[in-house]
């Protein structure tokens, strides 16, 4: 029988985070910057592992093997859990990126912002269409922005953002990410 279960963060250092994720939550953690915390995740480079009960030590990809149906109702096919669940703290711009939209690992995310700095934004898509030839000239440089749509963003907003969809998150947010379990991220600039 299942019970709650709390799992181990699994933090990661990317050079644009900062130290709110573990300020705001009250947690202990690493000395350096912590730009993500994988809260649930199925994932190799990032594997959940329950804290708590008879569970302990268990990884989220043996509990979720033993315990499908438990977990996620019957008629389930997927090969691991299905969800990635982060924290992610931008004290600085992401870079821009997409990701992909079908396929192995197909990846659509929604944010829910927790806290923002003043005038933080997101961006995500295109403002419209633009000829083929200004998207290629600009997507390698800084320049792919002023194509971009803007998004100024508050606390308790929630923004979809599409396998496919080009992306960045602005500097100076705090948010809750739900996303498919793929790690697939193609850099833009």
């Known amino acids: 029988m299942l019970y709650p279960l709390l799992f181990t963060p699994v ?8 130290r709110r994720i573990l300020e705001r939550f009250g947690r202990k953690g690493p000395s350096g910057k912590v730009a993500e915390s994988w ?3 199925d994932r190799e ?4 592992v329950v804290e708590n009960g008879p569970l302990k030590g268990k990884t989220l990809h043996a509990l979720f093997l033993e315990n499908k149906e438990a977990l996620m109702g019957k008629d389930v096919h ?11 703290d931008a004290q600085d711009n992401l870079s821009v990126q997409v990701h992909p939209s079908t396929g192995g690992e197909a990846k659509t995310e929604s944010w829910l912002i927790l806290d923002t700095e003043k005038d933080a934004l997101v961006y995500a898509g295109l403002k419209g269409h633009f000829p083929r030839e200004e998207i ?6 800084k320049e792919i922005l002023s194509l971009m749509r803007t998004l100024p963003v508050e606390r308790e907003e929630m923004i979809s953002i599409p396998g496919g969809r080009l992306h960045a998150i602005g500097s100076g947010i705090l948010l809750f990410e739900i996303q498919q379990c793929s790690n697939t991220t193609y850099r833009v600039y």
Not at 11 to 18: P, Q, R, T, V
Not at 45 to 48: R, Y
């Open 39 to 41: 809260e649930i995740s």
């Open 11 to 18: 933090y990661k250092d990317y050079i644009w985070g900062g």
């Open 78 to 88: 997927y090969q691991r859990f299905p969800l990635l669940l982060k924290l992610i």
């Open 136 to 141: 290629d000239a600009k997507l390698p440089t």
């Open 45 to 48: 480079e990032g594997m959940s």
